[in-house]
């Protein structure tokens, strides 16, 4: 009689843990558009912090590292390899201490500073406006310049503009000229102040919408050069700023920014970047799906003043934050990264797709050796961390053409809370190859996905997958390929619409369908 009930109570067990699996249920509609998913929902950020700018892509001319015009080529060929569409600079709070008019002409004769924010460390200017431009030309990316209304004047910033872009007879292009750059240089991506709510200037929100009307007011058109004017956005969930700044500047603004960290733990002690149990790693994952919250209630007051979304929503700072790696410089926010790293660059990418009707920009915080860096350095040394290798796989979306999906299926379940264990987007490109980047964050469970491909008659699938053995494996200097992409065999089509995929557990994977 006991052997029976126990013979039961498994058979139940399998029973449910079949009913389970069974949830995932996933429509792609495969002919229907929703619009393009912009390249520069891929774009980065890097400030003068830490060894993001010099050791990161800054070596000099004269060094023994590879570099073209004294920034390093390892770096770059890197980027360009994941088609990085923008790059952000020079901060982050830093933009707001920067005089620009410091980092141009003779590099000897460049006045020095205190880098306040990041370290109290020198800051030579021997990266300044020329060097930044030349990285972008050298990336092929669209630069991005954040203006300092901080500690700026409004003059200093609409020279910058007019020393950068204008092509004529005036003051400030022919210094550009006198410092080497004949012909100006396109710049359309312009902030105007950053994170002017705190270390911008801890100004409300009504306040920094006058400034920055004023600000705008004279950041001028030269020739065909069109600024898109990217406004100070909100703090997270400070929706009150969204609000104002739509209310009081919207018909200024073509971009409105937002900022959000993923921090396991508090600020205080935001938690170790390799050394965490499943608890930290739950968190993590949940205050990453906080963004799909976040970006729907800051576009619903975007919607009320903007209803044909005009204005783009422009995640320009986002990211882990953890402890600094013991023993560095705590300014210097340098922090490994592992695959729990890749599985929230995985999430907030798919998020940012799945909104890429009103958010037009995102920037990773920050590219080289600072928060969730795709690049590590030492001297001569680079690795790629895990976090690159989901932008290398979803680059595959850059530019191309949102398609609905829905998806209902299992949860993750850790003590008594519940989130999403599964994310996923899909884009169609200009070939008709469909591309799928699904997430699964359950630490310990694979997620079957019965999907049903609407709307196309599918012949092949291929696919590539981001997993590793433990959740807090990374790339060292020592074993740079640690973790790294692979060939996913784990995708079956079958009669042209039915497509079932095994997802591993902690794992991100691109689907091409054709
Ligand atoms: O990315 C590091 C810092 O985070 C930036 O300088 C600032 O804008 C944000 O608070």
Same mark, same amino acid.
């Given at each position: 009689? !006991?052997?029976k009930?126990?013979?039961q109570?498994?058979?139940?067990?399998?029973?449910?843990?079949?009913?389970?699996?069974?949830?995932?249920?996933l429509?792609?509609?495969?002919?229907?558009?929703?619009g393009?998913?912009?390249?520069?929902?891929?774009?980065?950020?890097?400030?003068?912090?830490?060894?993001?700018?010099?050791?990161?892509?800054?070596?000099?001319?004269?060094?023994?590292?590879?570099?073209?015009?004294?920034? #390093?080529?390892?770096?770059?060929? &890197?980027?360009?390899?994941?088609?990085?569409?923008?790059?952000? /600079?020079?901060?982050?709070?830093?933009?707001?201490?920067?005089? /620009?008019?410091?980092?141009?002409?003779? #590099?000897?004769?460049r006045?020095?500073?205190?880098?306040?924010?990041?370290?109290?460390?020198?800051?030579?200017?021997?990266?300044?406006?020329?060097?930044? +431009?030349?990285?972008?030309?050298?990336?092929?990316?669209?630069?991005? =310049?954040?203006?300092?209304?901080?500690?700026?004047?409004?003059?200093?910033?609409?020279? /910058? =503009?007019?020393?950068?872009?204008? %092509?004529?007879?005036?003051?400030?292009?022919?210094?550009?000229?006198?410092?080497?750059?004949?012909?100006?240089?396109?710049?359309?991506?312009?902030g105007?102040?950053?994170e002017? /709510?705190?270390?911008?200037?801890?100004?409300?929100?009504?306040?920094?919408?006058?400034?920055?009307?004023?600000?705008?007011?004279?950041?001028?058109?030269?020739?065909?050069?069109?600024?898109?004017?990217?406004?100070?956005?909100?703090?997270?969930?400070?929706?009150?700023? $969204?609000?104002?700044?739509?209310?009081?500047?919207?018909? #200024?603004?073509?971009? +409105?920014?937002l900022?959000?960290?993923?921090?396991?733990?508090?600020?205080?002690?935001?938690?170790?970047?390799?050394?965490?149990?499943?608890?930290?790693?739950?968190?993590?994952? *949940? !205050?990453?799906?906080?963004?799909?919250?976040? =970006?729907? *209630?800051?576009?619903?007051?975007?919607? #009320?003043?903007?209803?044909?979304?005009?204005?783009? +929503?422009?995640?320009?700072?986002?990211?882990?934050?953890?402890?600094?790696?013991?023993?560095?410089?705590?300014?210097?926010l340098?922090?490994?990264?592992?695959? *729990? %790293?890749?599985?929230?660059?995985?999430?907030?990418?798919? =998020?940012?797709?799945?909104?890429?009707?009103?958010?037009?920009?995102?920037?990773?915080?920050?590219?080289?050796?600072?928060?969730?860096?795709?690049?590590?350095?030492?001297?001569?040394?680079?690795?790629? $961390?895990?976090?690159?290798?989901?932008f290398?796989?979803? !680059?595959?979306?850059?530019?191309?053409? +949102?398609?609905?999906?829905?998806?209902?299926?299992n949860?993750?379940?850790?003590?008594?809370?519940?989130?999403?264990?599964?994310?996923?987007? &899909?884009?169609? %490109?200009? $070939?008709?190859?469909?591309?799928?980047?699904?997430?699964?964050?359950?630490?310990?469970?694979?997620?079957?996905?019965?999907?049903?491909?609407?709307? @196309?008659?599918?012949? !092949?699938?291929?696919g590539?997958?981001?997993?590793?053995?433990? @959740?807090?494996?990374?790339?060292?200097?020592?074993?740079?390929?640690?973790?790294?992409v692979?060939?996913?065999?784990? &995708?079956?089509?079958?009669?042209?619409?039915?497509?079932?995929?095994?997802?591993?557990?902690?794992a991100?994977?691109?689907?091409?369908?054709?």
């Open positions: 009689m !006991k052997r009930k126990l013979f109570v498994f058979m139940l067990a399998i029973a449910s843990s079949i009913t389970l699996n069974a949830q995932n249920r429509t792609i509609e495969a002919d229907q558009e929703k393009a998913i912009s390249r520069h929902i891929y774009g980065h950020f890097s400030e003068h912090l830490g060894h993001c700018i010099y050791g990161g892509y800054w070596v000099g001319e004269e060094a023994s590292i590879p570099n073209t015009r004294g920034i #390093r080529n390892d770096v770059v060929e &890197a980027l360009k390899d994941v088609r990085i569409p923008n790059l952000r /600079w020079p901060g982050g709070c830093f933009a707001d201490e920067y005089h /620009w008019m410091d980092g141009i002409g003779p #590099r000897d004769q006045p020095k500073m205190v880098n306040t924010h990041w370290g109290g460390v020198v800051e030579d200017n021997s990266f300044g406006t020329h060097e930044f +431009l030349d990285l972008c030309e050298q990336l092929d990316a669209a630069p991005y =310049i954040s203006g300092n209304l901080g500690s700026g004047t409004v003059e200093e910033m609409s020279k /910058w =503009i007019e020393y950068i872009t204008f %092509d004529g007879e005036s003051p400030m292009a022919n210094l550009r000229r006198q410092n080497g750059r004949e012909k100006p240089w396109k710049v359309k991506f312009w105007v102040g950053n002017s /709510w705190g270390c911008g200037g801890n100004m409300t929100p009504d306040f920094y919408s006058d400034l920055y009307r004023q600000y705008a007011t004279f950041c001028r058109n030269y020739g065909d050069n069109r600024l898109y004017k990217i406004a100070c956005g909100a703090n997270g969930d400070d929706y009150n700023w $969204t609000e104002t700044l739509m209310r009081k500047a919207g018909g #200024r603004m073509n971009g +409105l920014s900022h959000y960290y993923t921090v396991p733990l508090n600020w205080n002690d935001k938690g170790s970047a390799t050394n965490f149990d499943e608890a930290e790693y739950f968190a993590t994952i *949940r !205050k990453t799906l906080f963004m799909n919250e976040l =970006i729907t *209630r800051h576009s619903t007051i975007m919607d #009320r003043y903007d209803p044909y979304k005009r204005i783009g +929503l422009i995640v320009d700072e986002w990211g882990t934050w953890y402890n600094v790696e013991p023993g560095t410089n705590p300014g210097f340098y922090q490994q990264n592992t695959l *729990r %790293d890749a599985i929230v660059a995985g999430i907030n990418l798919n =998020i940012f797709n799945n909104h890429s009707d009103r958010v037009k920009m995102a920037n990773l915080a920050q590219t080289v050796n600072v928060l969730q860096s795709v690049i590590l350095t030492d001297e001569e040394k680079m690795v790629l $961390t895990p976090t690159y290798w989901v290398y796989l979803y !680059k595959v979306h850059q530019d191309a053409t +949102l398609l609905p999906v829905s998806f209902t299926g949860k993750y379940r850790h003590g008594n809370e519940d989130i999403d264990a599964v994310s996923v987007s &899909a884009s169609k %490109d200009a $070939t008709g190859k469909i591309h799928v980047t699904l997430v699964n964050a359950d630490l310990s469970n694979e997620q079957r996905i019965e999907t049903q491909l609407r709307g @196309i008659s599918a012949k !092949k699938v291929t590539k997958v981001l997993t590793s053995a433990k @959740i807090n494996d990374y790339n060292s200097f020592e074993q740079p390929s640690n973790i790294t692979k060939d996913f065999k784990g &995708a079956t089509l079958s009669g042209g619409s039915a497509l079932s995929v095994v997802l591993p557990a902690k991100v994977v691109m689907l091409e369908i054709e």
